[in-house]
């Protein structure tokens, strides 16, 4: 049965007598049961609670604040409350550790290593050493763009590839030696004709050596070779060309030192 406060109390602003037996001065220093504790009205500190269930007393140790609706009042209701011990009276023990649990219970304590682990001084001290290169002058992403968007590449359309301008010094060189060799041709012809009228000449002066007719017989059957036509070898001087008349070949002067011929123009002899 639960504590009914308001029954035979009276509030006063000073103290007086109860008028009937077995009747506390505070109705609040008796309970029913000790749960009733907690719902005493306005308590404090020290007082002490009679519980009629059990015939025990407790002393109120703490309070705290009480919330009605919206409103909190402080020290309003009862926090914390133990029970009296007297002499003579039983001591309940239960719960209570020994020394040897509180032993054991740090025996089974695990305990981590922690050497491994940095100290927040070695933490300051690693921080403090370390050395922050500088990015000024460091070039970023946007002005590495700008300044390929600056470069200006110059139009080669109009410009010969490498292989174009070996494919043309190719063509020149075999138009070179074919140019050197239609001279070497005309030069072993004109040698050979040479050679032929040199070899008549002798023949001639050989017969008018021994007086005779420097004419010989025509057999009228036997067909005339024609005469050997001159071969006139000019040099221009203006373009340093050896020119042979009636042909279209001209030679410069590197063409025949690269043929190991020379050409005197001094004495317009062509030398092989």
């Not at 740090?106 to 682990?117: K, L, R, T």
């Amino acid at each position: 049965m639960a504590t009914d406060f308001s029954k035979n109390a009276v509030l006063s602003s000073g103290g007086f007598t109860p008028n009937t037996t077995n009747t506390p001065i505070d109705v609040r220093t008796r309970v029913a049961t000790e749960i009733d504790i907690l719902s005493i009205p306005n308590p404090y500190i020290g007082m002490i609670v009679y519980v009629e269930d059990t015939g025990k007393r407790f002393e109120i140790l703490t309070l705290k604040a009480k919330q009605v609706g919206m409103m909190s009042t402080p020290d309003a209701a009862v926090d914390t409350y133990q029970e009296l011990q007297f002499g003579g009276a039983e001591v309940d023990f239960t719960g209570l550790a020994t020394e040897e649990y509180v032993d054991n219970a740090i025996g089974e304590i695990v305990i981590p290593d922690v050497s491994n682990f940095a100290t927040e001084e070695y933490v300051d001290n690693a921080i403090d050493g370390i050395v922050i290169p500088s990015v000024s002058g460091l070039a970023s992403e946007e002005y590495v763009d700008n300044a390929i968007a600056d470069i200006v590449i110059p139009d080669v359309s109009g410009f010969a590839t490498k292989q174009e301008v070996e494919q043309v010094r190719f063509d020149v060189d075999q138009d070179m030696q074919e140019r050197i060799s239609n001279l070497l041709r005309t030069i072993e012809t004109l040698t050979e004709r040479i050679t032929g009228l040199e070899d008549r000449i002798e023949v001639l002066e050989q017969g008018n050596e021994g007086g005779e007719d420097p004419e010989e017989p025509v057999d009228p059957e036997e067909p005339v070779d024609p005469e050997e036509p001159e071969v006139e070898v000019t040099y221009d001087t203006a373009n340093e060309e050896l020119v042979i008349a009636n042909t279209d070949v001209k030679v410069s002067e590197e063409e025949l030192t690269m043929e190991g011929a020379v050409y005197n123009a001094e004495n317009e002899e062509l030398t092989i």
